[in-house]
């Protein structure tokens, strides 16, 4: 079965670029699923989704974040990637990859989660 | 962007008792869309509900979900110690996705 699993640095310095990978194993990356996606949650507060890769490498983004967003997918190694520019103490936040499980399930929810990684925003 | 509002903000009941969370759309949504998830402390979100109403494999069955158009619901039938945790309705349009803001559902 699919697991996710992100990484990266847990720190990032104001305006820097925040960087996370999200390792997909028990399965192709290419295949495993329709898109994968990354979402986050600042401490105390709710789910914000930050956007979707497809199997093909369409990206579809949240208006509020597309100016400093890029995902996208690295096939050679079952991975997926975030970077979000610019970055300030409100991104502060757990980040999240997960992806639905459309032969489950429906392609427009997500089944299966990363546990999440704490990424802090602070010089 | 479709916005979902999610009612109450908090609900404090006791285990046994029934419990109906509300997630309302800012346009009408097709229910093939719309989905339900549970959230513990410290954990990731679990899908509970997809399809407005159909459960998951494992999911017990006394979580139900019911609506269409624009008003949703997550309803649970019989509220267990495990079940106390943030419940959040997310929907997907034309490739753009939204989450309601959560109801904490607490022990009274």
């Known amino acids: 079965q699919l697991l996710l699993q992100e990484s990266g640095p847990g720190l990032v310095k104001p305006s820097g670029t925040l960087s996370l990978s999200c390792s997909v194993s028990g399965g192709s990356i290419r295949t495993g699923s329709y898109y994968w996606g990354w979402i986050r949650q600042s401490p105390g507060k709710g789910l914000e989704w930050i956007g979707s890769?497809?199997?093909?490498?369409?990206?579809h983004y949240n208006p509020s974040l597309q100016n400093r967003v890029n995902i996208s997918l690295d096939t050679s190694k079952d991975q997926f990637s975030l970077r979000l520019s610019s970055v300030t103490a409100t991104d502060t936040a757990i980040y999240y990859c997960?992806?639905?499980?459309?032969?489950?399930?429906?392609?427009?929810?997500?089944?299966?989660w990363g546990q999440g990684t704490l990424v802090i925003v602070s010089s | 962007e479709i916005v979902l509002t999610q009612s109450p903000g908090t609900l404090s009941l006791s285990p046994g008792e029934r419990a109906t969370l509300s997630c309302r759309a800012s346009q009408s949504i097709s229910s093939s869309y719309l989905a339900w998830y549970q959230q513990r402390p410290g954990q990731a979100p679990r899908l509970l509900i997809y399809?407005?109403?159909r459960r998951p494999t494992g999911i017990p069955d006394r979580f139900s979900g019911s609506g269409s158009g624009t008003d949703f619901a997550l309803t649970i039938s019989r509220l267990e110690p495990e079940d106390f945790a943030v419940y959040y309705c997310q929907q997907y349009d034309n490739s753009q996705i939204t989450f309601g803001q959560g109801t904490r559902l607490d022990i009274k």
């Open positions: 399809n407005a109403f």
């Open positions: 997960a992806s639905p499980k459309c032969s489950d399930t429906s392609c427009y929810n997500f089944d299966l």
């Open positions: 890769v497809y199997y093909d490498g369409r990206t």
